[in-house]
């Protein structure tokens, strides 16, 4: 039994598809075969689903964006097997090319009708040659002081050595890849994909749900009492994971939080009002200390559904 599968000549690791499965999100694991292995989806989706019916150890060694998925009747004719992939290769190509042309022409003909309207009922037809004559004369005026600013524009993007845009800073925070868009949702996979949770070592010594909830009153400076008073919320931990980058601090793990309101019965995210609050936190233990204390997450954790499906199973 091999630890990684062969997809489009591209090896993806076994242990990474089954924690999404495992965690109820499939979606996560089709997207991350579609994207790395450059396949369509329906390829993914009839890889993922011989991972739930435990058929994929079978395929140790081929790659399966060639192989014949008949997993009822393992026939050894491979002309065959060829032939049938090919032909549904082709049929699903024509059908997504013909509906790729009509929602163009669909497009067009909306741009087209909203150009219509607007250089009609906006604009004025009359009107369009005095308007370009306008931005004409704007666009001429605007383009002296463009090239003087040239230089000090030139000298803005440079950043001195050491210094990092808040941008580039990637957040390292666990995200339900089921709530994102479709286009930040493949980045998001991807970023898990070399994360590479199967590496991840689930903590022997964690806190409880009343440590944590003491270690993040104090790193918020007691603005967390306020909101356990007031709003009535109650933090809750999740599955905790090794953190070896934080040694010197003593025993380190992190892990995802959620708040649990005690009176809704139902939990969130973070508080109303103000979120001070991210979703994950390092935890550690000094050495001879018995009190847990917290500080901002510094390793990548999977999203834990399991927590979240918990106490949304109590409302």
Known sequence: MTKNILVNTIEIDKETIREFIKQGDVNAAIDLIAIQANVKYKT????????KEDHIDLFDGKDLFLADYDLVEHRGDSQEADHK??????????????????????????LAL?????????????????????????????????????????????LSAGVTRAGDVEDLHP?????????????????????????????????????AQIALIHLTNGRLTDVIIQQKLTVKIGKCYENSTMKDKGTCVSCMILLYNREKKNWQEAPNGENFLRNAYDFYLPSGSDLWEASPLSIRIPYDYALVDKYEAAN
């Open 44 to 51: 993914a989706r009839d890889i993922v689903e011989m991972f």
């Open 85 to 110: 992939g090919s032909s549904f290769l082709e049929v699903e190509t024509n059908e997504r090319g013909r509906t790729s042309i009509w929602k163009a022409l669909f497009i067009f003909s909306v």
């Open 114 to 158: 909203l150009a219509f309207v607007i250089l009609n009922y906006v604009v004025g037809f009359n009107q369009i040659g005095h308007h370009i004559s306008e931005l004409t004369q704007l666009f001429d005026k605007n383009e002296g002081s463009a090239a003087a600013d040239t230089d000090t524009s030139k000298q803005n993007i440079v």
């Open 175 to 211: 995200v339900d890849t089921n709530l994102l868009p479709l286009d930040v949702r493949q980045a998001e996979i991807a970023r898990i994909y070399r994360a590479q949770f199967d590496q991840l070592k689930a903590a022997k010594h964690s806190p409880t749900d009343d440590d």
